[in-house]
């Protein structure tokens, strides 16, 4: 079964579907709240179906090739990472528009989510703020800046707006990754990854302009398609796909873990967030 209702009525037809034995993609986010995605990571698990979290982005070209080359060792160990999403008033009229922290939970979760499929490493701990300005169309946080902690001590700048008058950059956002061996960087649009470096980061105390290369996307099939056969390769073998409720309420409770350091202006570990759900 597939289901595609509003992101508030997920958890239960997600629950129905459990208790009838069905396999299930559910589109992303999981649920509204951690406790609810806790809810129903124990319950797929206990059904014996399987599940997936239509998390198709982590196929699109630009992201595959990122972690593509972030595997080859291109960049060296893994530092920091700048992530800027900025949207318009698409979603006006809307479900979203009045979705509690809709930006975040239904918008934003797919970054969140690339960002531990890119880097390979789950969140330790956030901090960040969440404004609303006066000519927002939609409920709050419509602007969320973040710093995120992950594993490795790898460092994530995300700021997101999706109320942006101008300097858009569709869904998929635009990304910086540095390394102790050179950075990549990807715009919205772009046909190519940037991989640039400098050689006095190499030891060899160069000066002038960093090198660059430019890396052709990777030929990717439809994002969808790749999301849906992962999904059916799962259930013939009984593995688990890449993006099973599993892994997924990583995803979750980190972008919970973002509302809880809005509201409270504190550092917050994602790790009390999981425990705090049962998990």
């Known amino acids: 079964v597939f289901i595609t209702c509003p992101s508030p009525y ?29 809810e129903m990571l124990k319950a797929i698990n206990k059904s014996g179906n ?29 530092d920091n990472c700048l992530v800027v999403w900025r949207h318009g008033a698409h979603q006006i009229g809307s479900y979203r528009a009045h979705l509690q922290d809709g930006m975040l939970i239904d918008g934003a979760i797919h970054h969140l989510d690339l960002m ?20 927002s169309w939609s409920a709050p946080n419509s602007v969320v800046g973040a710093l995120v902690e992950f594993e490795d001590d790898v ?11 101008n300097n ?32 006095r980061y190499k030891g060899q105390n160069a000066h002038g302009a960093a090198k ?3 890396l052709p996307l990777p030929r990717c099939p439809d994002s969808q398609k790749r999301l849906l056969d992962d999904f059916t390769e799962a259930i013939r073998s009984g593995g ?14 980190l972008a919970f873990a973002i509302l809880r350091a809005c509201r409270s202006r504190e550092r917050v570990l994602v790790a009390d967030l999981l425990s705090e759900a049962g998990l």
């Not at 037809?13 to 589109?27: K, N, T």
């Not at 460092?155 to 008058?165: G, P």
């Not at 990549?184 to 470096?197: A, H, K, P, T």
């Not at 688990?240 to 409770?253: F, G, K, L, V, W």
């Open 155 to 165: 460092f994530v700048e995300f700021h997101a707006n999706w109320t942006s008058h």
């Open 10 to 38: 997920h958890r239960d037809y997600f629950l129905m579907a459990c208790e009838v034995g069905l396999h299930i993609a559910v589109e992303k986010i999981m649920a509204t709240r951690l406790e609810d995605g806790a």
């Open 50 to 78: 399987m599940g997936i979290v239509c998390q198709n982005y982590r196929y699109l070209p630009p992201f595959v090739g990122m972690r593509s080359a972030i595997s080859e060792s291109r960049i060296g160990n893994l």
């Open 168 to 199: 858009e950059s569709n869904w998929e956002g635009n990304w910086r990754i540095e390394g102790d061996g050179g950075a990549l960087r990807w715009d919205w649009g772009w046909n190519e990854i940037v991989y640039s470096w400098h050689e």
């Open 240 to 253: 688990q796909p890449p993006t099973s409720p599993r892994d997924n309420i990583y995803s979750m409770a």
């Open 116 to 135: 531990r499929y890119i880097l390979n490493a789950n969140p330790v701990a956030v901090q960040a703020y969440g404004r609303q300005p006066a000519y």
């Open 212 to 214: 660059a290369k430019r």
